[in-house]
């Protein structure tokens, strides 16, 4: 089954130095019918201004992945992690027993980011923060492996789920496998996936399926995240 989240559909609020767009029930916008999927519980379009971004705050028992689409974010946390990440890579941190950080955009242009939160297998973790580059190279017949929990991708959570990505040249055509869950976002572009177009900033909540084939209408960017297929009781 394949349910199309139309970006000018999403929820979402506007703070000034803020502009984020929710693909699931998050702060004060709540969709019943959109609460998680799977163990996945957020991602977050977030548009932040130049010179801004989030102060310090907590986080616990949480794994939160963030991957930076345009500009760069620079993260700073209570267990003296720091570090700023670029276009086109990837950040985590296992937020576990419990952490502070701030994420701040000093660029000189927008920082538009995907923050994207799975939940862990356990709780009481150890808390850690990571971030890596990854090749901008278009993709011809599989998406990079970003993020996974088996220690088999660059970045690893405390989870069995698994983050994909890939630039495509127009008329590629992929066939991606899926175990359990998976979301599809369109970072960039416009593709076409069970025979319906998505354009940029559009999701497709992915369930029940063994594979999802992929064709670029575009010159495209995508991102595939894999999570178990039914959330624990918390």
Same mark, same amino acid.
């Given at each position: 089954?394949?349910?199309?989240?139309?970006?000018?559909?999403? !929820?979402?609020?506007?703070?000034?130095? #803020?502009? $984020?767009?929710?693909?699931?029930?998050?702060?004060?916008?709540?969709? =019943?019918?959109?609460?998680?999927? !799977?163990?996945?519980?957020?991602?977050?379009?977030?548009?932040?201004?130049?010179?801004? !971004?989030?102060?310090?705050? =907590?986080?616990? /028992?949480?794994?939160?992945?963030?991957?930076?689409?345009?500009?760069?974010?620079?993260?700073?946390?209570?267990?003296?992690?720091?570090?700023?990440?670029?276009?086109?890579?990837?950040?985590?941190?296992?937020?576990?027993?419990?952490?502070?950080?701030?994420?701040?955009?000093?660029? *000189?242009?927008?920082?538009?980011?995907?923050?994207?939160?799975?939940?862990?297998?356990?709780? !009481?973790?150890?808390?850690?923060?990571?971030?890596?580059?990854?090749?901008? $190279?278009?993709?011809?017949?599989?998406?990079? #492996?970003?993020?996974?929990?088996?220690?088999?991708?660059?970045?690893?959570?405390?989870? /069995?789920?698994?983050?994909?990505?890939?630039?495509?040249?127009? *008329?590629?055509?992929?066939?991606?496998?899926?175990?359990?869950?998976?979301?599809?976002?369109?970072?960039?572009?416009?593709?076409?996936?069970?025979?319906?177009?998505?354009?940029?900033?559009?999701?497709?909540?992915?369930? *029940?399926?063994?594979?999802?084939?992929?064709?670029?209408?575009?010159?495209?960017?995508?991102?595939?995240?894999?999570?178990?297929?039914?959330?624990?009781?918390?």
């Amino acid at each position: 089954m394949f349910q199309h989240h139309k970006f000018e559909e999403l !929820g979402g609020a506007n703070h000034g130095w #803020l502009d $984020a767009k929710h693909h699931f029930s998050f702060a004060n916008y709540f969709d =019943p019918k959109k609460m998680s999927h !799977g163990e996945l519980l957020v991602i977050n379009d977030d548009r932040i201004a130049p010179y801004t !971004g989030f102060d310090t705050h =907590p986080h616990r /028992d949480m794994e939160i992945i963030t991957y930076v689409r345009k500009g760069a974010i620079t993260h700073k946390d209570s267990q003296g992690n720091k570090g700023t990440t670029k276009a086109g890579n990837v950040q985590v941190m296992s937020a576990g027993t419990g952490i502070f950080h701030s994420e701040y955009n000093h660029e *000189d242009e927008v920082t538009n980011i995907y923050q994207i939160w799975i939940t862990p297998r356990e709780k !009481g973790i150890k808390p850690t923060w990571d971030m890596a580059e990854f090749p901008k $190279a278009p993709v011809s017949s599989s998406l990079n #492996l970003l993020v996974s929990g088996d220690g088999k991708a660059p970045l690893q959570i405390a989870q /069995d789920a698994r983050i994909y990505a890939g630039r495509l040249n127009k *008329d590629t055509k992929i066939t991606h496998p899926i175990k359990g869950k998976g979301y599809l976002l369109v970072s960039e572009g416009e593709v076409e996936v069970a025979g319906k177009s998505a354009k940029k900033g559009d999701g497709i909540a992915i369930s *029940d399926e063994a594979s999802v084939s992929i064709r670029a209408l575009s010159d495209t960017e995508i991102l595939v995240i894999e999570v178990p297929g039914k959330r624990k009781a918390r």
